[in-house]
């Protein structure tokens, strides 16, 4: 049907899809919010997340940009946006559009 938005559930489950999510995370051309959720430790199951992403993803779509993060990723990640921006074990972050990392007297701010 012409005009709609397929569903795709975004698994990030390696070091390189991670570092290809922080570079669309820090993109200044990036107009939308990206939800990231997370499996629990340990896990690559993309349906133990605390909510129902497909769901969500219905929801939403064309709205956010949405994808899960595997236990392993959600660390590599880390590196890339700083402990203070990282997501894990369930928990779920809101990147909204021109999120960069900035240092004002020694601590980092998410704008």
Same mark, same amino acid.
């Given at each position: 049907?012409?005009?709609?938005?397929?569903?795709?559930?975004?698994?990030?489950?390696?070091?390189?899809?991670?570092?290809?999510?922080?570079?669309?995370?820090?993109?200044?051309?990036?107009?939308?919010?990206?939800?990231?959720?997370?499996?629990?430790?340990?896990?690559?199951?993309?349906?133990?997340?605390?909510?129902?992403? !497909?769901?969500?993803?219905?929801?939403?779509? +064309? #709205? $956010?940009? *949405?994808?899960?993060?595997?236990?392993?990723?959600?660390?590599?990640?880390?590196?890339?946006?700083?402990?203070?921006?990282?997501?894990?074990? !369930?928990?779920?972050?809101?990147?909204?559009? +021109? #999120? $960069?990392? *900035?240092?004002?007297?020694?601590?980092?701010?998410?704008?």
């Amino acid at each position: 049907m012409a005009g709609r938005h397929r569903l795709h559930l975004r698994i990030v489950s390696t070091p390189e899809e991670a570092d290809k999510l922080a570079d669309f995370l820090l993109s200044s051309d990036r107009q939308h919010p990206v939800v990231a959720a997370t499996t629990p430790a340990h896990s690559e199951d993309p349906e133990q997340t605390i909510i129902p992403v !497909r769901n969500f993803i219905r929801r939403t779509v +064309g #709205f $956010v940009h *949405t994808v899960v993060l595997t236990s392993v990723v959600s660390y590599a990640l880390r590196e890339r946006t700083g402990s203070e921006f990282s997501v894990y074990k !369930r928990a779920i972050r809101t990147y909204h559009p +021109g #999120f $960069v990392r *900035t240092r004002i007297n020694g601590l980092t701010t998410p704008w």
